[in-house]
């Protein structure tokens, strides 16, 4: 029998890598899930968190992949297209995006930010 480690329950102040900016400008950047001191308080999570910025009047290429993925709108306003729909968003919108489905997200005439969770289905 294999005893797996418990996690020592601490707290502990999660940290982001440096950084990413494709080619439309948008920048992101993800949670660093697999940190030694994350691992050690929680163990390995079945996610990855990132936040990332779209900049005003931007829009991110079309994405699709086999993860489920949720965003929730922090600031600024534009559109998400899930598909063949279009849905407005704003700050406090959560837009859940099923694995598969081809999203794309349209910043209006400010800057968007948007955290993102995604995981295997």
């Known amino acids: 029998m294999t005893v797996q480690p418990t996690p020592s329950g601490r707290s502990v102040l999660l940290r982001f890598l440096p950084p990413d ?6 920048s992101s950047r993800d949670a660093d899930l697999d940190a030694a001191e994350v691992l050690t308080a929680v163990g390995r999570l079945p996610v990855n968190l990132a936040v990332f910025t779209v900049p005003a009047g931007a829009v991110t290429p079309p994405d699709s992949h086999h993860s489920h993925e949720m965003w929730l709108v922090q600031s600024g306003h534009g559109r998400v297209r899930c598909g063949d729909r279009e849905h407005p968003v704003g700050p406090g919108a959560l837009v859940a995006l099923p694995g598969g489905e081809v999203h794309q997200l349209h910043a209006d005439q400010e800057e968007l930010t948007v955290v993102s969770l995604w995981w295997q289905p």
């Open 21 to 26: 900016t494709d080619e439309t400008g948008t």
